[in-house]
Each structure stands twice: as structure tokens, then as C-alpha cells.
Nanobody
Framework: QFRLVESGGGLVQPGGSMRLSCAAA?????????VVWFRRAPGKARVPVSC????????KYRDSVKGRFTISRNNAENMVYLQMDNLKPEDTAVYYC?????????????????WGQGTQVTVSS
């Protein structure tokens, strides 16, 4: 069964940086699929944050993170990353990586077929 595992969450001060990683379980490849990072803030719905296409040539961000977050992937290592800079308290959430069953981003929150378990990011002084 295809499985995703996130890592890299924790506590960071406002203005700080953090990098999240998303790995596919051994024996499965992310290389042909778009990957989306979502987040669920306390008391709010889960929303898409960023998407990267299979090749990495198409990238999308939600407006609130543009210029601060950078998504990337290394298909040789079967990894997807979310670099988060200039973090704000409102970025506090559980972050999930998710695999699309298609290669392109399109609408970020559709065609999702695999979810990771999530990693907590807390931005606080």
C-alpha cells in the first residue's frame, strides 16, 4: 500500500524557518505524480498550501504563503520538501503531504489518493 511519511515539524519562533520533508514508503515511487502540501489550523478546515507537478516544472502556492514557502522535489531520492521561511503564528497547523493520482497540479485539492499522517508546526514565541 502506498504510504507517505512527513517529518520536520516542531516549534519555531515567528520569523524563523523550517523545512518539512515527505517521503514515500520503500518500494513506491512519487516520480510520476504531483504532490500537494496541505495544512489544518486549529478549528479550521484542511486547505492546500502548495503543489508541485511530477517534473517540478509546475508549482502552485496559496496566496498567504507566496514568497515565504518553497516547494521542491528530488525524484531520485523519492522526496518532496516544503521550505517555510518568515513563519508567522497563523502558519501554525498540522501539515500533510498528499499524492495526486495525476502528474499535474490542476486544482490542488482534487485527485488526491494518498495522505500522510501529518506533522505539527507551531509558530510561537
Amino acid at each position: 500500500q502506498f504510504r507517505l511519511v512527513e517529518s520536520g515539524g516542531g516549534l519555531v519562533q515567528p520569523g524563523g524557518s523550517m523545512r518539512l520533508s515527505c517521503a514515500a514508503a520503500s518500494g513506491y515511487s512519487l516520480a510520476r505524480y504531483a504532490v500537494v502540501w496541505f495544512r489544518r489550523a486549529p478549528g479550521k478546515a484542511r486547505v492546500p498550501v502548495s503543489c508541485i507537478s511530477d517534473s517540478g516544472l509546475t508549482i502552485k502556492y496559496r496566496d498567504s504563503v507566496k514568497g515565504r514557502f518553497t516547494i521542491s522535489r528530488n525524484n531520485a531520492e523519492n522526496m518532496v520538501y516544503l521550505q517555510m521561511d518568515n513563519l508567522k503564528p497563523e502558519d501554525t497547523a498540522v501539515y500533510y503531504c498528499a499524492k495526486k493520482d495525476v502528474s499535474m497540479c490542476g486544482v490542488m485539492d482534487v485527485d488526491i489518493d494518498v495522505w500522510g499522517q501529518g506533522t505539527q508546526v507551531t509558530v510561537s514565541s
